[in-house]
């Protein structure tokens, strides 16, 4: 029998570098799916655990659910009669997937894709900041999102933030404090001292941690820190009641037992949660890589102005080709249409619970030396690039709205 390394290895030569994937599903026991991730009907339902409103992206973070499933949120590579976890191909060949000189200062992808699916708006709720986490030794997660083009559910706008005069006049525990002490009624309350922004497909956000935020229920795609911690702050969304047990979940214990909801409260980044040029700052669009731009094609960065992760856009019309080089290890998800990656085939919507056609992940070596994308079909293909820690970071944009000349 090969070992684990030797399968991984020659998985990694026969592919040249570009590895399948299977599909990751996340089942939440709170809220209700709103099931458009494109599976059966009857493919949603997980049991005990409820529904799966969620699909991980070449992951290696374990979902921290209350009904712990001891794989769950952990990508497979695609080998037929293995079964060998990103994580896993990463301890045995970090050198030959990550690229020597980027595995000296990293050990892992460091990052982490989703699409969530919720029939509901999210809670209010904000992701503690990385000090906040240490105590507790768990990582904290900067995030960013992308509304897909997809139907966008019956609430989609997302509050973020507080308005700033309860910053300005010192009112945090005295608005917030009854009402999470009281942890009931009122769903939708404390939505009433946030700014809600329209849920644009195309568009999104980059939400720093410690930022309190209840994201709408537009299909979204999420990049972020390889971390699944949250800190609730709704008691009930629409009419779903949330477990109060959500509101300490990722708090020190010592720090519930001696401030009790207070202890919450500290762990939300005031300033930043009131700013005033909230949407200037951290509003997303695309914008083109003029770097990689071949004639009439080009990418978009769709993720960009942070060192932590970042991620692109590719629209290809039919029959167009493009050359693609990378910095670094990335992975690949089409979104519509179908094509190919050099030799490998990719379609979009060609999955089900165990095997997918639309999920890769490229090594270093094969990103550098580069390789084909063809559009391959009848319809515009569709494909997003992501990136972890480091890989982009002197070719990134800038965040933040740019005043155009007159």
Same mark, same amino acid.
């Given at each position: 029998?090969? @070992?684990l390394? $030797?399968?991984?290895?020659?998985?990694?030569?026969?592919?040249?570098?570009?590895?399948r994937?299977?599909p990751?599903?996340?089942?939440?026991d709170?809220?209700?799916?709103?099931k458009?991730l494109?599976?059966? @009907?009857?493919?949603?339902? %997980?049991?005990?655990?409820?529904?799966?409103?969620?699909r991980w992206?070449?992951?290696? $973070?374990? %979902?921290?659910?209350?009904? @712990?499933?001891?794989?769950e949120g952990?990508s497979?590579?695609?080998i037929p009669?293995?079964?060998?976890t990103?994580?896993?191909a990463?301890?045995?060949c +970090?050198?030959?997937?990550?690229g020597?000189?980027?595995a000296?200062d990293?050990?892992?992808?460091?990052r &982490?894709i989703k699409i969530?699916?919720?029939?509901?708006?999210?809670?209010?709720?904000i992701?503690?900041?990385?000090?906040d986490m240490?105590?507790?030794?768990k990582?904290?997660k900067?995030e %960013?999102?992308?509304?897909? *083009?997809?139907?966008?559910?019956?609430? =989609?706008?997302?509050?973020?933030?507080?308005?700033?005069?309860?910053?300005?006049?010192? &009112?945090?525990?005295?608005?917030f404090? =009854?009402?999470?002490?009281?942890?009931?009624g009122?769903?939708?309350e404390?939505?009433?001292?946030?700014?809600?922004?329209l849920?644009?497909?195309?568009?999104?956000f980059?939400?720093?941690?410690?930022?309190?935020?209840a994201?709408?229920?537009? &299909?979204?795609?999420?990049?972020?820190?390889?971390?699944d911690?949250c $800190?609730?702050?709704? =008691?009930?969304?629409?009419?779903?009641?949330?477990?109060?047990s959500?509101?300490?979940?990722?708090?020190?214990k010592?720090d519930?037992e001696?401030?009790g909801?207070?202890a %919450?409260? *500290?762990?939300? @980044?005031w300033?930043?949660?009131?700013?005033?040029?909230?949407?200037e700052?951290?509003?997303?669009?695309p914008?083109?890589?003029?770097?990689? +731009?071949q004639?009439d094609?080009?990418?978009?960065?769709?993720?960009?102005g942070s060192?932590?992760f970042?991620?692109?856009?590719?629209i290809?019309p039919?029959?167009?080709?493009f050359?693609s080089?990378?910095?670094g290890?990335?992975?690949i998800?089409?979104?519509?249409?179908?094509?190919?990656?050099?030799n490998?085939?990719?379609?979009a919507?060609e999955f089900?619970?165990?095997?997918?056609?639309?999920?890769l992940?490229i090594?270093c070596?094969?990103?550098?030396k580069?390789?084909?994308?063809?559009n391959?079909g009848?319809?515009?293909?569709?494909?997003?690039?992501?990136?972890g820690p480091?890989i982009?970071?002197?070719n990134?944009?800038?965040?933040?709205?740019?005043?155009r000349?007159?």
């Open positions: 029998m090969k @070992d390394k $030797t399968i991984v290895k020659e998985l990694i030569e026969s592919s040249d570098g570009i590895l994937l299977r990751a599903w996340v089942a939440h709170f809220l209700t799916p709103g458009r494109g599976l059966k @009907d009857e493919e949603y339902d %997980a049991g005990e655990r409820g529904s799966i409103m969620e992206f070449c992951s290696e $973070t374990h %979902a921290d659910n209350r009904i @712990d499933v001891p794989d952990y497979y590579l695609e009669g293995e079964d060998i990103v994580i896993d990463l301890k045995v +970090r050198d030959e997937i990550l020597e000189e980027y000296k990293h050990d892992c992808l460091g &982490l969530y699916d919720f029939g509901t708006r999210l809670f209010f709720h992701h503690p900041k990385a000090e240490k105590k507790i030794g990582n904290s900067d %960013a999102y992308y509304f897909l *083009d997809a139907p966008l559910g019956n609430h =989609p706008e997302s509050f973020f933030g507080v308005h700033r005069y309860i910053v300005e006049q010192n &009112l945090q525990k005295e608005i404090l =009854p009402l999470l002490k009281e942890w009931k009122g769903e939708e404390i939505l009433k001292y946030s700014t809600a922004f849920n644009v497909p195309g568009e999104g980059f939400l720093d941690s410690g930022i309190l935020h994201p709408g229920s537009a &299909l979204t795609m999420e990049i972020q820190e390889s971390s911690v $800190t609730v702050f709704q =008691p009930t969304v629409e009419g779903y009641p949330i477990s109060k959500m509101l300490y979940k990722d708090v020190a010592e519930v001696a401030r909801e207070e %919450a409260l *500290d762990l939300i @980044d300033e930043a949660s009131s700013a005033v040029d909230f949407y700052k951290r509003h997303l669009y914008r083109p890589v003029e770097e990689t +731009r004639g094609q080009y990418e978009e960065w769709i993720y960009y060192h932590k970042s991620g692109k856009r590719l290809l039919p029959g167009k080709t050359m080089r990378e910095n290890v990335h992975n998800f089409v979104w519509r249409g179908c094509g190919r990656v050099d490998t085939e990719l379609k919507g089900n619970l165990h095997s997918c056609m639309d999920e992940l090594t070596q094969k990103a550098r580069g390789y084909i994308i063809k391959t009848t319809e515009d293909l569709v494909l997003f690039k992501y990136f480091d982009n970071v002197e990134l944009p800038e965040m933040g709205h740019i005043r000349k007159e």
